[in-house]
Nanobody, 120 residues
Framework: QVQLVESGGGLVQAGGSLRLSCVLS????????MGWFRQASGKEREFVAA?????LYADSAKGRFIISRDNIKNTVYLQMNSLKPDDTAVYFC????????????????WGQGTQVTVSS
């Protein structure tokens, strides 16, 4: 059974930083593309960043967020810097049964999400 467990969300002031973590179990991590998505209240889920055969970022994340992975710990990270109130959302980790990254939500496995709230 494939599971994704996110952690690291919380409340932070604008300009602050958070690091999200996501652990994958039940599937070979090194052959899985990993993505981060977010969903703000009343809005659709949107792509943030992904890492696999390459690294992709949403325009809103470029220059502020860094995605990385540790294939020994089966963990993907999202370092979020210079946070803005607009970054407030539930952040979801996702995995694909392929190393090829996608910007769409066509990932095979999803975590439960972790809340990130940025106060102004």
């Amino acid at each position: 059974q494939v599971q994704l467990v996110e952690s690291g969300g919380g409340l932070v002031q604008a300009g602050g930083s958070l690091r999200l973590s996501c652990v994958l179990s039940g599937r070979t991590f090194s052959s899985s593309a990993m993505g981060w998505f977010r969903q703000a209240s009343g809005k659709e889920r949107e792509f943030v960043a992904a890492i696999g055969d390459t690294i992709l970022y949403a325009d809103s994340a470029k220059g502020r967020f860094i995605i990385s992975r540790d294939n020994i710990k089966n963990t993907v990270y999202l370092q979020m810097n210079s946070l803005k109130p607009d970054d407030t959302a539930v952040y979801f980790c996702a995995a694909r049964a392929s190393i090829m990254v996608l910007r769409t939500t066509r990932y095979d496995y999803w975590g439960q999400g972790t809340q990130v709230t940025v106060s102004s």
